[in-house]
């Protein structure tokens, strides 16, 4: 615990701008956090160096492209940027227009606009906004054609000089089903990867919270809540956390004792369990398979390597016996699932496809716990 009070000096922070974002049919509404302010130590040193620089973000690369796990603040440092590039940009000390699409929204338009025979005025749209925002690549995998009319817009723009700043879980050369054409066109600017407060950053963290919601939380018992929540956890399951501290303090009419403490962090760290049908399905889904042939006793290459990272990922992210997963999988013995997991982590290790069908099979069973 001593080193994480002596990392504290490596922790810092800045205020969150915020741009006056043009308002658009059927806008998705931003959600932020409690804290007007981001906190970051060295996990996200590049972070706050281009959130803090006198210059602009768009000297060093154009499209931004930020890169993270879900509630790490990507969209947050979007808006961040913008908000401070709308002002580098300004004119009559009236700050540049900002327009925000969420990439799935760009999608759902696109193909409205496609149907109605009328793309001039959402590429108008796309074409002419001094600095665009653009969230969540990876949630339009699955729609090669709204890709290719993004990637063409973001070249435009590129070749303008106009700011493009995107978000996206994981590199998009990394995300499957996302195209080359779109892939080529956001990579060359800068990339900026976000991630999840660990350590002293996470403490810090917490104790503004704690001054947020109004808790005197003493350092030791501030400690036990960092110590007993999961890692990784994003910003908001920490604020949730102390929201559940302060119910437990509102209930019992006291202040935050060990009890309270314990109580956010049995809350917090109690999620749903992973089904065996749900990673059965999300596997399928991911090869392009049905359940039942993963289940079935087919020995096809394909099916066998789908199969064995299914059991794998069940072994991983359930409470199952060998026994039990073996029964969901066509009744195979003990044996037979225990080789499975054993090749496929041997497998894991070195075959870039197979991890990346990992990652992003347990990163959607996640999100959806």
Known sequence: MNALVEEQIEVTSFPLERPAVRARRRDTRLTTGSLPYFIAGEENRLVSFVSTSDTSVFEFGNPILLIGPSGAGKTAIAMHLAARQAVHESIDSMPAKVVHFPAIDFARQYAEAVAA???????????????????????????????????????????????TILTCRRLPSEIRGLRPLLVSRVLPGLTIPIAIPTGATRLQLLRELALHFGLEIEQGLLEVLHDGLEDQLPARSLEAALKQVSLWCRMHESGPTMEAIQSAIDRIGTTEEVTLPSITNAVARYFRMKSSEIRSSSRKQNLVRARSLAMYLARQMTGKSMHQIGDHFGGRDHTTVLHAIRKTQSLLENDSDLRRAADEVTEKLAAAA
Request: glycine share 2%; hydrophobic share 45%.
């Open 117 to 163: 025979d009328d793309l001039p005025p959402l590429r108008s749209e796309m074409n002419d906004a001094p600095i665009l925002v653009i969230d969540d690549l990876h949630l339009i995998a699955d729609k090669p054609a709204a890709q290719d009319e993004l990637a063409m817009r973001i070249e435009s723009r590129t070749a303008a000089g106009m700011a």
